[in-house]
């Protein structure tokens, strides 16, 4: 029975959204790996809320919002693959989504996830 995963990056930038889970000991002094290639929703983005990030057009005539997504994609590094494409696409909408709320207040429940 096999109770570890091993990746490449080039593996992991094809399968974004996979992941790995060690299951319970059943009688066994070895756990199951289950190897999942979609995301359940509640684990996807790094935390963030289920329903996913949505970019309004109208923040556009924001002047921060141009600002937030330059600072955000400067944070991250970008290696040209699609792993980091992805971490920096993350980071640009949790920074927008924390502006947003700081902006224009209480327009949804995820607001409240943001202070």
């Given amino acids: 029975m096999i109770d570890k995963a091993v990746s490449s990056t080039d593996w992991k930038d094809l399968f974004l959204e996979s992941w790995v889970e060690h299951l319970d000991f059943?009688?066994?002094?070895?756990?199951?790996?289950?190897l999942s290639?979609?995301?359940p929703a509640s684990l996807r983005r790094g935390g963030t809320h289920a329903q996913g990030f949505?970019?309004?057009?109208?923040?556009?005539?924001?002047?921060?919002?141009?600002s937030v997504t330059v600072e955000s994609w400067l944070q991250t590094i970008f290696t040209g693959s699609a792993s980091s494409f992805m971490a920096?696409?993350?980071?640009?909408?949790?920074?927008?989504?924390?502006?947003?709320?700081r902006r224009f207040g209480n327009l949804s429940k995820v607001c409240q996830e943001h202070p």
């Fill in 37 to 39: 290639l979609n995301r």
């Fill in 88 to 101: 920096s696409l993350r980071n640009c909408a949790k920074n927008l989504e924390v502006w947003k709320c």
């Fill in 54 to 66: 949505r970019f309004e057009p109208w923040w556009t005539r924001e002047e921060e919002c141009g």
């Fill in 26 to 34: 059943w009688g066994s002094d070895h756990r199951v790996v289950r």
